[in-house]
Every structure is written in structure tokens, then in C-alpha cells.
């Protein structure tokens, strides 16, 4: 079975660039989740789909970032403008479906760095 | 809870120990936690979980153990070989306006020859 595909691995931009990833979760996955991650620390819930339709976006900065899914498969993450604090990894995840006990499967992320 | 901080809790082992990586969580309400494992540069990779109606529940190599009364949680590592070091999250499944997976600040687990 493949695995949570993501693109770019490494993103060096300059602040106030726009910057955008995208996401292939495990084929048939209903559930995919955007996570930050911070040097240090752990992952943050970002927002997470069920098909193509946002279960929870409450912790994503709406003002500078925004993600779609709209055919209900893969997905992009889009910062505009990148401030220097979103310096981070970017991990995608998906799941069967969302119910308690579905494991997260994770991508190996996007590196952002910015300048 | 919420991890804080750049420097992770670290824990040295030699190889054939055992591991004990310990966690505690913030939300008493929470029913379900998982262990995760991460590599350098790659994404965290699902080692055991377990329900709050449990407290063990045993793997291949690794145990969890789940203390509710302190809201702790440990995972036991068996015979620790090299290819165990990594960071070692636990997270919780917690509701903060929609249930989501709350993640720990991590434990570095380091092999010693």
C-alpha cells in the first residue's frame, strides 16, 4: 500500500511570499488532516476533511492560510503572505474514515523555511 | 497537552534495555491515545494505541500503560534495539470545539551501543 504522498520536501521562501503543498493521501482515505510542526514540538491540527468538506478548521490562521480539497482526494495548503513564525514542518494525514480508533497514517511533511 | 519549549526530554538506553517513555496528558475527558514514533525527517508512524476502558494493552516489543487517576501514560519498549531511537509522541483524542488529536511535546529515545 502506498503511503501519504507530499510535495515539495524542502521550501525555503522569503517572508511575505506565498507558498503552497500539496498532499496524496492512502487511496479510499475519507479523513485528511493538515498538521504544523514546530522545531521541538509536536503536531498541531491545522484542519481536516471528511471527503471534501472541512470538519475543523479552528486552528488554521484564516487570514493568511487556506486549504481545499475539493474533488474529495488530494489536497493543497496555501500561506499568503509566510511570516516568519510559520517556519515548520507541514505533515499531512490521512485516516480510513474519522471515527475513534482509525490510525492517522502521516506523509513525511514539507519542510518551510523562511527567510 | 500543548508542547512547549525547543528542548525535548531526552532518554538514553543501552541496547537490550528496556525503555520506559512516560507522558502525561491534560484532558481527563479524553478517551483515546495513541504513541507515535518519528524519525529524523520523516512523519510520525503509529506504534500502539489504547481506550480509556483499558490500562494495557501489549504489542509487538512495546506495551502501553494507562494510568487515569493521574492522567498518565507510558509505553514500554522491549529489548531496545538502535533502530528504536527516535522521538516518541503520545496523543490524546480531546475535544477543544471538535474532537481532534492533541499531541505531547515528545521524548527523545537514544540507543547506546
Known amino acids: 500500500e502506498a503511503g501519504v504522498a507530499q510535495s515539495p520536501r524542502y521550501k525555503i521562501i522569503e517572508k511575505r511570499q506565498s507558498v503552497a503543498f500539496w498532499c496524496n493521501p492512502i487511496?479510499?482515505?475519507?479523513?485528511l488532516y493538515w498538521y504544523q510542526q514546530i522545531l521541538g514540538q509536536g503536531p498541531k491540527l491545522l484542519i481536516q476533511?471528511?471527503?471534501?468538506?472541512?470538519?475543523?478548521d479552528s486552528q488554521l490562521p484564516k487570514d493568511r492560510f487556506s486549504a481545499e480539497r475539493l474533488k474529495g482526494v488530494d489536497s493543497t495548503l496555501k500561506i499568503q503572505p509566510a511570516k516568519l513564525e510559520d517556519s515548520a514542518v507541514y505533515l499531512c494525514?490521512?485516516?480510513?474514515?474519522?471515527?475513534?480508533?482509525?490510525?492517522?497514517?502521516f506523509g513525511d511533511g514539507t519542510r518551510l523555511s523562511i527567510l | 497537552g500543548e508542547s512547549v519549549g525547543l528542548h525535548l526530554p531526552t532518554l538514553s538506553v543501552q541496547e537490550g534495555d528496556n525503555s520506559i517513555i512516560n507522558c502525561a496528558y491534560s484532558?481527563?475527558?479524553?478517551?483515546?491515545f495513541i504513541w507515535y514514533k518519528q524519525e529524523s525527517g520523516k512523519g510520525p508512524q503509529f506504534i500502539i494505541d489504547?481506550?480509556?476502558?483499558?490500562d494495557k494493552r501489549q504489542g509487538q516489543r512495546v506495551t502501553v500503560l494507562l494510568n487515569k487517576t493521574v492522567k498518565h501514560l507510558s509505553l514500554q519498549i522491549a529489548a531496545t534495539q538502535p533502530g528504536d531511537s527516535a522521538v516518541y509522541f503520545c496523543?490524546?483524542?480531546?475535544?477543544?470545539?471538535?474532537?481532534?488529536?492533541?499531541f505531547g511535546q515528545g521524548t527523545r529515545l537514544t540507543i547506546n551501543p
Open positions: 484532558n481527563s475527558a479524553s478517551d483515546y
Open positions: 476533511f471528511q471527503n471534501n468538506g472541512v470538519v475543523d
Open positions: 494525514a490521512s485516516s480510513l474514515d474519522d471515527r475513534v480508533g482509525q490510525p492517522q497514517h
Open positions: 496523543a490524546e483524542l480531546g475535544f477543544q470545539g471538535a474532537q481532534k488529536l492533541v
Open positions: 487511496s479510499g482515505h475519507a479523513t
Open positions: 489504547i481506550r480509556s476502558n483499558m
